[in-house]
């Protein structure tokens, strides 16, 4: 007797359309298609402003629930990427706001500084533990120095730089002119240049660590090399 196939479940269009149009007849797999794309980047927006682990995670949840619940107010005159940022960022805002009354991030001036693009360590192979330690070390310190950045530099250079949105959209997003979103973004990288030469110091004191099974292997080679081991 033939052995029947169970039919494949045809694949979830990721047209914005499509996906709204699904998401608002309680379509589960398009509802998970739609967080599954913007869920790292509403976490970043929203953890750029707050920074706070928790908070920023509160925020993408509360921006879905608001998403979901009123689907009907896309119009589709950005993309839905778009929408749901804007709606991550100002409920972060708002949120930011609360703790401290008054604040009004855009209204910082401008720099006018440049600086040079920063490289950041691609990440290292798995079987290098000892390097995996000192890169998650930098990469702590470049974390701690976005941060410190005050808060209208630091969520262009989110924006733009972390999450890749280009000029106009993020101006879109933010409220904000494109001129004022490049050079705020120059000076964002100048401040984060100075802040991560501060703080790298005790860090690079590790960098290039030659121990563990790297430091064993080299020592069990030399050896047999040299008849120990034969």
Not at 118 to 134: R, W
Not at 188 to 205: S, T
Request: aromatic content about 6%; overall charge neutral.
């Amino acid at each position: 007797m033939a052995h029947v196939q169970a039919p494949k479940m045809a694949p979830v269009e990721t047209d914005d359309a499509v996906l709204v149009q699904r998401a608002r007849g309680r379509d589960e797999a398009a509802i998970r298609v739609i967080m599954q794309s913007n869920n790292r980047r509403l976490y970043r927006l929203a953890r750029g402003i707050l920074r706070n682990d928790s908070e920023a995670e509160d925020v993408v949840q509360e921006t879905y629930v608001r998403a979901f619940t009123h689907l009907d107010s896309f119009r589709g005159d950005s993309s839905l990427a778009t929408w749901l940022a804007r709606i991550a960022m100002n409920e972060a805002l708002g949120r930011l706001r609360r703790q401290r009354p008054g604040v009004e991030w855009t209204s910082l001036a401008p720099g006018v500084l440049e600086a040079q693009i920063i490289q950041f360590p691609l990440s290292s192979p798995p079987e290098d533990p000892e390097k995996s330690m000192a890169q998650r070390e930098i990469q702590h310190v470049v974390e701690h120095a976005i941060d410190d950045l005050p808060e209208a530099f630091r969520i262009v250079f989110i924006t733009r730089v972390i999450e890749g949105m280009n000029v106009e959209e993020t101006a879109e997003i933010l409220g904000l002119k494109p001129e004022t979103v490049k050079t705020r973004l120059h000076r964002a990288r100048a401040m984060l240049r100075d802040n991560v030469e501060k703080k790298i110091g005790p860090v690079v004191m590790d960098a290039f660590p030659f121990a563990g099974k790297r430091c064993e292997r080299l020592t069990e080679a030399v050896l047999k090399r040299l008849g120990f081991n034969a």
